[in-house]
């Protein structure tokens, strides 16, 4: 069959899907037929459309399935890429390597080596032979273009592992022309060699010309549900592991564009407040190094030779600003606000007389998901063109948005996306870079903008601040009903996805298509995982005047942690213990297993020291289930430990946590991604968070705002992997933190018989740090740095 | 302008630059060398730890012309000059212990690391858990689990 033009014109669906058994191994292994493309070309290009994944079958019995069990966000997420998938293309190199561009950006989650390792696993190629680049912006791919929802492998699995058949398929059929044999009798062989019966070799190096076509072919290739499991499914370091520790890996501030030179932003005192005037533009402009100053609706933007004389020049900007939208509003004025927009909970029918409830309400403070890498880019706009290079999550959307800042067409502006130095994020947004540009623009010049960290943590998005409702409602020892609200300051998910789901929602389950964003991206993610009778969850979002994003898990951590905390208190209602409560409640066998995985490993049960305690909860998302037991040190000693500049206070020594991600391509991978994910929900838990006072928010340091620390992180880690059959990957990037947070919240209760009302739990302590200069909006920078030499 | 000499990973640099710029621009936006990284300016995060005369220190805190032309700064890039060796032992650690995830603060703890076991060996002992807890060197995708093995690890094989 041979098709002309775009291979994308074909419309394909999952209709060219086909099974049939295949008995030629040693059992029987369950094959599906795919239609693939080789495209013409000089040397060897093959490409593969997206294959709808079915939805995710529901098991609930009593509790009638909620919307995320029979079709959540990743099934949301890998629908929008199916019109345009078939542009996902694998070459083979000159030297008989495979490069693949992946439409993707890797921030630290680790895809560019999971894709590698599909791809050499259907090759037949040696991991270090597959190269793995980030695409570019590319209009055309729409959707299937947004790094999120811990998507990308639950998306890209099938049409990688078909691309890569489809050259595999293509260099036999050359082996076979070139050596005279029939296809079937040819092997590849581990290195990138095809072998004939008679041990004839010859490598893909010297196939990838004959293996060209002329013109686009449509051809069928054959795959096992399941990967032979050469590469996929073994433990493998991270391909750019020895770039990194060896200072090589390059993000954006590391790019060496010619005359993109190192630019500042002196902000504003208030979030989101605005330039007025500047009235010291010249002698900002004199100042050692500066070469540019212009003055922007953000701020002032400074260019110069050294980062170090950016910051000394914001430093002196003397400013006139209109104060931001929350001048004057702090933690208790924004709570006040949410508490207002509290919907009533839903009536509940009438009730039989010995009915009882369990009501918790839990406040959760903003958060910032600032990485390492602040917003960062580097940008060089003409007048005719423009180009942009920055960690980006979401280019194509970045890319629009930036040529209609710069006035110029959508073609004419390449956006290159860099490796990120994490998101958790923050990169679904382009902040950065669109600044990038419009900086370049006012200054003419070609720019290399970086965040300040204190611009980072106090002007950049943040996880909005929440509340959560909670009734449960028993009758005996019966949990008939479970109502959970979550109020919250609203999440912004205008970085694509908010038009993905507009285009889309026609195709979303009945009813989600009319719902706002965040709504839908609620109902898409929430499921209680416990059979509890009439489940209801609802969202509220309200205002709009902050900097949002969604934050590594997005509802999740708040939702379960309140959550499961409410379990451990209807279990204490009913006499059970929290492991067996949850046990006979579950409502998933997957859930089920990791939970009695970490009950077993964790030694669930055993006596603890007055002041210390466990705690255990569960999570199911990402086509995935996870568990987690801890055990925690609230006894005086440990809270009151002294470290310099540090929050102490109680210590999380130990963690098991079991993850249930379906088939596993890279086990070492998920191991980081669940270790990463623990810090993460222990943060949440016990120490990280924003204080907003008179308009800002005060944290401007990593000594102020309180991610784990070694002095916070769990001596002891145990990741336990399940063994699965499944032939789909679950999502790993985002799915260590929801069970964590919980697991920490029911420890802490335990421990010190409190119930928290808010988190992180020493947020309403007096502030751990003297909060730096709101004017300048930076800090200098230190000189003592010989005297602090180890 | 002014012009500053010191030693960088075995060579002597001059450059024309202030006296008060911090040295990690001076290595960063003047010299190409991007192995520190910036994390907050401020010398918390310690993501631009290097050494100066072998001992850990953080460059965004130091103005260059507070080096003296003989003050041997060595970055992640020339950490394994200073074995002689492709890559020093602490880093054969990491790589054992696939420690990094987006990377961008490995630079900085491994060279952390380092001057860790060399203080350590200075007293006259090894690591503790105590040394471990207290590496304030920040990692936002949370590798501290698998730096705890790595710098314990990179110790027997220094």
Known sequence: MTITGPAGSTGLGQDQAATEGDTTGTGTVSRRGFLGFVLGGATLVAAAPFLEQPPAAADGIPTVPQPAEIYDLNDFLTHITLPTSQLI?????????????????????????????????????????????????????????????????????????????VARGALLAAAARLLGDNVDQLVTKAGGIVEAPDGRQVTYAELTIDAAVAQDRAVEVQLPDRPAGRVVGTPQNRVDARDAITGRKQYATDLQVEDAWPTMVCRAPTLNGTLRSVENLDAVRDMPGVTHVAELDFGVAIRARTFGQCIDAVRAVEAQWEDGPVAGESDETVLRGLQASQLPLPKLPSLPLLARTVNHDVTFYFRSNSPMDTNSAVADV????????SALKSPVVAQAAIAEAVGLPVDKVTVNVVQGGGSFGRRLFFDGALEAARISKAMGVPVKLMWHRADDARAGRVHPMCTSRIRTVLVGDEVVAFQQSLTSIETDFRHGLGDALTAFAADLPTGLGNLGFSETVFLLTQEVPYNFGAVVQTLTEVDQRFNTGSMRNIYSPDVRAASELVVDQVAAAVGKDPYEFRRSHARNPRVAAVLDKVAEEGGWGRTMEPGTAQ??????????????????????????????????????????????????????????????GINDGIALALTSSLHLRDGHFLEASWDNYFYTRQWNTPPEVEVHIMPSESPQPGGAGEAGVAATFAAVACAYARATGTTPTHFPINHLEPLAFEPKTFEPPIPPSPTNGLRLTY | MPTQTFRLNGETVTVDVEDDVRVLWVLRDLLGVTGPKYGCGINVCKACTS????????????????????????????????????????????????????????????????????????EGRTITDADLDGIRNICRCGTYTRIREAVVDGESRM
């Not at chain 1, 003409?382 to 290079?389: G, K, L, P, V």
């Open chain 2, 51 to 122: 050494h100066v005369n072998g001992r850990a220190f953080n460059p965004c805190a130091v103005r260059v012309g507070d080096l003296a032309a003989d003050d041997e700064v060595t970055t992640i890039e020339g950490l394994p000059a200073t074995v002689g060796a492709e890559l020093h032992p602490m880093q054969e650690a990491w790589l054992e212990h696939d420690v990094a995830q987006c990377g961008y603060c490995q630079p900085g703890q491994v060279m952390a690391a380092v001057a860790l076991v060399n203080k350590a060996r200075r």
């Open chain 1, 615 to 676: 705690g255990i909860a569960i999570h199911k998302e990402y086509k995935g289930a996870t568990a987690c037991l801890v055990e925690i040190d609230c006894r005086p000693e440990t809270v009151g430990r002294q470290v310099r500049d540090a929050v102490t206070g109680p210590r999380v020594t130990k963690v098991v946590f079991a993850v249930d991600a379906g088939l596993v391509i890279n086990p070492r991978g998920l191991e980081a991604q669940m270790q990463g």
């Open chain 1, 382 to 389: 003409r007048s005719d063109r423009a180009e942009i290079w």
């Open chain 1, 89 to 165: 293309t694998i070459s083979i190199d000159e030297d008989g390597g495979a490069s693949f561009a992946l439409p993707r950006a890797e921030v630290g989650q680790g895809i560019t080596t999971s894709t590698a390792m599909i791809i050499a696993e259907e090759l037949d190629l040696p991991l270090e032979k597959v190269r793995i680049s980030l695409a570019p912006a590319r209009p055309e791919l729409l959707f299937n273009q947004l790094t999120g929802g811990s998507n990308t492998t639950i998306s890209t699995y099938t049409p990688v592992r078909v691309a890569a058949a």
